[in-house]
């Protein structure tokens, strides 16, 4: 009795690999011969550059103190702008300076 089962289970085993054989071998079969709908590609799209970014260059200082011996020095050399001399190259490099004199 435990032979005849073994082999019925053995048989059904079989053929159960063989029919999932046949279903794999008909599918691929079906998947590799259907002809495929090929679309055409999409015409390329360009997009505008993004527009250019404007900086704007701001310094601020503070607590300029052009009284006491700054300004006897100015009246003694009789040139006003040698206190900003050292500084004119930096000052002009900005597009808005603002001084906050005391």
């Known amino acids: 009795m435990y032979r005849k089962t073994h082999h019925l289970r053995l048989l059904i085993v079989i053929i159960l690999m063989i029919a999932s054989m046949a279903v794999g071998i008909l599918a691929g079969f079906f998947i590799f011969t259907t002809p495929k709908k090929i679309t055409p590609p ?3 799209v360009t997009t505008p550059p993004p527009p250019p970014i404007h ?11 052009l009284s006491r ?22 000052l002009g490099s900005a ?6 004199l005391e």
């Open 42 to 44: 999409s015409p390329l």
């Open 69 to 90: 011996n700054v300004a006897r020095h100015a009246e003694k050399s009789g040139r006003s702008g040698w206190i900003w001399e050292n500084m004119r190259s930096f």
């Open 55 to 65: 900086t704007v260059d701001f310094i601020a200082v503070g607590d300029i103190m």
């Open 95 to 100: 597009d808005f300076v603002f001084g906050n």
